[in-house]
T-cell receptor, first 111, second 117 residues
Framework: SQQGEEDPQALSIQEGENATMNCSYK?????LQWYRQNSGRGLVHLILIRSNEREKHSGRLRVTLDTSKKSSSLLITASRAADTASYFC???????????FGGGTRVLVKP | GAGVSQSPSNKVTEKGKDVELRCDPI?????LYWYRQRLGQGLEFLIYFQGNSAPDKSGLPSDRFSAERTGESVSTLTIQRTQQEDSAVYLCASSSWTSGVSTDTQYFGPGTRLTVL
């Protein structure tokens, strides 16, 4: 089974609304990363949060990490149609090691 | 180059044939990863190269899968005697290490879509 599980699996919102998705994982981690994927091809790195951090911001993105609950959330504020994509969380163990991905959240932002 | 490149972008093959997929990592990145993504699913780790260390092959699904890397540059993923369940997008990523410390961020290529008929 996969380390990270995203919730919800799919999300449909209107442009301008906020989108929130969650990720849960099972084992201890070094870091947790969020990626975006358009059209089922290359992944774009969005943000990395380390295990000793609780919150991180990047533009319209806000990521939280709760290691006691083994969960993370990604918030996209003021969504745009261009944010339509699949979003994946991935957990990293020891430094530089492989990433373990969840199944992703498909986000549709309607104009 | 500016980013990770992969070739071919698409590959259609017949069941039982061998295929070779290529990855060119970002110049200077010592770590290289291969992942597989089946339709509508997340990425599955296949194999990881870091410098001169022995590769981590723990994700390879069978002995039909193998990968090589030339120094700290190009890598090829080979699938022998392809099966229909091998159909997927194969993604390569690279990351950098500075002074023995990983930046952890992985940069992905566009992937190779493999279809086994």
């Amino acid at each position: 089974s996969q380390q990270g599980e995203e919730d919800p699996q799919a999300l449909s919102i209107q442009e301008g609304e906020n989108a929130t998705m969650n990720c849960s994982y099972k084992t201890s981690i070094n870091n947790l990363q969020w990626y975006r994927q358009n059209s089922g091809r290359g992944l774009v790195h969005l943000i990395l949060i380390r295990s000793n951090e609780r919150e991180k911001h990047s533009g319209r993105l806000r990521v939280t990490l709760d290691t006691s609950k083994k969960s993370s959330s990604l918030l996209i504020t003021a969504s745009r149609a261009a944010d339509t994509a699949s979003y994946f969380c991935a957990t990293g163990g020891a430094a530089g090691n492989k990433l373990t991905f969840g199944g992703g959240t498909r986000v549709l932002v309607k104009p | 180059g500016a980013g990770v490149s992969q070739s071919p972008s698409n590959k259609v093959t017949e069941k039982g044939k061998d295929v070779e997929l290529r990855c060119d990592p970002i110049s200077g990145h010592t770590a290289l990863y291969w992942y597989r993504q089946r339709l509508g699913q997340g990425l599955e780790f296949l194999i990881y190269f870091q410098g001169n260390s022995a590769p981590d092959k723990s994700g390879l699904p069978s002995d039909r899968f193998s990968a090589e890397r030339t120094g700290e540059s190009v890598s090829t993923l080979t699938i022998q005697r392809t099966q229909q369940e091998d159909s997927a997008v194969y993604l390569c990523a690279s990351s950098s290490w500075t002074s023995g410390v990983s930046t952890d961020t992985q940069y992905f290529g566009p992937g190779t879509r493999l279809t086994v008929l």
